[in-house]
């Protein structure tokens, strides 16, 4: 399993972040694709995920400032963040979910993507 994440960076306040993560290698169905983010010294938190319905789920500290879409048949998903501030500074994991073909569920991380968020 791959998953090649690309964007991240400084980015000063206010602006915004725009991510994009394409999976590859996934032997099954593909449900979950989204972002997690881990700031220095805090634990490892949901940041939003879109099923292959495309309903999603977003934490509290991005609703309203995020969106998140993705492309099934890409298996790519596309983060974006506007209104940034200090705090989103973190490293960003992307990360899926999937059904292999005998019905076990996998789940995987990619490797973090550092977001620094100053002026």
């Known amino acids: 399993v791959q998953l090649q994440a690309s964007g991240g960076g400084l980015v000063q306040p206010g602006g915004s972040l725009r991510l994009s993560c394409a999976a590859s290698g996934i032997i099954g169905d593909i449900n979950d694709m989204g972002w997690y983010r881990q700031a220095p010294g805090k634990q490892r938190e949901l940041v939003a995920i879109i099923n292959n319905e495309g309903r999603t789920r977003k934490a509290d500290f991005v609703k309203g400032r995020l969106t998140i879409s993705r492309d099934n048949g890409e298996s790519t998903v596309w983060l974006q963040v506007d209104n940034l501030k200090p705090e989103d500074t973190a490293a960003y994991y992307c990360?899926?979910?999937?059904?292999?073909?005998?019905?076990?569920?996998?789940?995987?991380w990619g490797k973090g993507t550092l977001v620094t968020v100053s002026s």
């Open positions: 990360y899926i979910g999937w059904m292999t073909p005998d019905s076990h569920a996998m789940e995987y």
